[in-house]
């Protein structure tokens, strides 16, 4: 007890407390809390948070041994401290890697940096048109419980993804999302990839999200969603093989068994703004001519 009470001594000799406490004081401490919060935040949906609480134990032994001075373990633990941050940074790698891509993707720096290029769109926004060819295709496909996985592309560039695919290079119609779906053809298997009004990748792979939040009953397609949406700012949508529903995710959030009006609503971010005051009448427009 004598050694954790000398430790604990030393430890709150070191620490400097300041006369006084100046503004600038003030907006560290903020600042650190809000990394220290949303690192938490973070690290409970991914595996960190198992491992964090495995890093908790571990610490708790070493204290134990602190306060019965058991010299051997505390000397193996001070030989392999360095040994273990580095270990933590490779078995991390995965998680680690995906939070840098999505501080990078939030564009803090497109509008003082000139040369930052944050849009990889190639064909502007989304039309009208290829919207309401799009939740027409996703409805027929809901109708016979036809799976698909449909990406459409916002600032953040899917190159990346696209290129795990077969190209393709078509305009978006509804025709040509049903036809690449169709059970036991070459291009059904996998996701569809939308830039602008064109489909320019099919059977594109996507990463599976590992969010611990994620209901269990979800299958391989809702999983890949949410992972898409959890890397980057693209909107993909889901069409259940099961039951038919349509689920769309953005933002890391899954919106499920939508309406087609719903799905519609959802994409309409993806239109021109002066266009957003007819989308009501827009999305009704397909089932109208049915």
């Not at 003082?112 to 989304?126: A, H, K, N, V």
């Not at 698909?148 to 978006?172: H, M, R």
């Not at 099919?202 to 890397?231: C, D, F, I, N, Q």
Request: glycine share 6%.
């Amino acid at each position: 007890m004598s050694n954790l009470l000398s430790f604990a001594d030393k430890l709150v000799a070191a620490i400097h407390f300041p006369n006084y406490i100046k503004i600038t004081d003030v907006i560290e401490i903020l600042i650190i809390a809000f990394l220290v919060y949303h690192i938490l935040v973070w690290i409970k949906d991914t595996r960190a948070w198992a491992l964090l609480k495995g890093v908790f134990v571990i610490f708790i032994f070493i204290a134990i041994a602190a306060v019965f001075n058991m010299t051997t373990i505390l000397w193996i633990a001070e030989n392999v401290l360095s040994i273990a941050v580095i270990a933590f940074i490779v078995v991390m790698q995965p998680e680690l890697r995906k939070a840098l891509e999505k501080l990078g993707s939030k564009g803090i720096f497109s509008s003082i940096l000139p040369f930052e290029t944050t849009s990889g769109r190639i064909d502007g926004p989304y039309s009208e048109k290829t919207i309401n060819e799009i939740v027409k295709a996703c409805f027929s496909m809901g109708r016979v419980k036809t799976g698909a996985l449909i990406v459409l592309e916002n600032k953040d560039t899917l190159k990346e993804y696209e290129t795990t695919g077969i190209a393709v290079d078509g305009i978006v119609t509804s025709a040509l999302l049903i036809n690449i779906f169709e059970k036991n053809t070459p291009l059904h298997d996998g996701a569809v990839i939308v830039r602008g009004n064109r489909v320019v990748s099919a059977t594109a792979y996507l990463p599976l999200s590992e969010s611990r939040s994620v209901s269990k009953e979800l299958g391989t397609r809702h999983r890949a969603a949410l992972g898409m949406s959890e890397a980057n700012d693209s909107l993909t949508i889901v069409v259940s093989e099961e039951t038919g529903h349509v689920s769309v995710a953005f933002e890391g959030r899954l919106y499920t068994d939508l309406s087609a009006d719903g799905l519609f609503e959802k994409l309409s971010i993806f239109l021109p703004k002066e266009e957003e005051s007819g989308k009501k009448h827009l999305g009704l427009k397909w089932r109208n001519k049915s």
